[in-house]
């Protein structure tokens, strides 16, 4: 099994749906993160969240929310599903960084592409 | 805050020949900075890492990428590229020196393709 799993890897939905996308996670990680990709755009932050009782705003979270239901796992919702929330989006993982170089960087699930139609 | 450019969008090369992907970073104290590769369809897979030390990096996969302060560059080599490495390259930094390598900011991207 990947170490961070993104379901579903595909989904279309209409205008205005809720829609739910779910990462979960078996490095042990207590950092969690969600981006999305653009043509063009490169990856941006959606969330992120240090802990279980620790969620954040990231450069562009307006129109998502986000749960964190257990440190292993890491939810992004739509509440209502606009056409400009097409993209790819990724959620990523990361360990407490304990000092110059014991940091590795984040792992990431294999995507969601997510339509709105 | 910080910022990351990769000034160029799509780079071909010939297989068998060297590469050179550019990143410049903006970032007021020493960054800690990141390639990812993404092939397509996958998930982003880290190259290799700088945090400190010796400014010349090792990574997977036969890349390596220079640190220099000067020019504010992270700039990602590989002698000579195999078809396998055409994908899309990813140069990011880390928030330091509170956050370490967490909250990462990610450059647009720069697609790479292998001609025979």
């Known amino acids: 099994d990947a170490d961070v799993t993104q379901t579903p890897r595909n989904r279309i939905t209409k205008t205005g749906k809720r829609i739910m996308l779910e990462c979960s996670q078996t490095k042990g990680h207590d950092r969690m993160y969600w981006y999305r990709q653009d043509p063009g755009l490169g990856l941006r932050l959606i969330y992120y969240?240090?802990?279980?009782?620790?969620?954040n705003k990231g450069e562009i979270s307006d129109g998502y929310s986000v749960s964190r239901q257990a440190q292993a796992k890491f939810s992004l919702s739509l509440e209502s599903a606009i056409p400009n929330q097409t993209a790819l989006y990724f959620c990523a993982t990361s360990v407490r960084d304990l000092g110059p170089g014991r940091g590795a960087g984040y792992t990431f699930g294999s995507g969601t592409r997510l339509t709105v139609v | 805050a910080q910022s990351v450019t990769q000034p160029d969008i799509h780079i071909t090369v010939s297989e068998g020949a060297s590469l050179e992907l550019r990143c410049n970073y903006s970032y007021g104290a020493t960054p800690y900075l990141f390639w990812y590769v993404q092939s397509p369809g996958q998930g982003l897979q880290l190259l290799l890492k700088?945090?400190?030390?010796?400014?010349l990096v090792q990574g997977i996969k036969g890349f390596e990428a220079e640190f220099k302060r000067s020019q504010s560059s992270f700039n990602l080599r590989k002698p000579s590229v195999h078809w396998s490495d055409a994908a899309e390259y990813f140069c990011?930094?880390?928030?330091?020196?509170?956050?370490?390598?967490?909250?990462?900011?990610f450059g647009t991207g720069t697609r790479l393709t292998i001609i025979p």
């Open positions: 700088y945090f400190s030390g010796d400014t």
């Open positions: 990011a930094v880390g928030e330091t020196p509170n956050f370490g390598n967490e909250k990462l900011t």
């Open positions: 969240s240090f802990d279980v009782k620790d969620i």
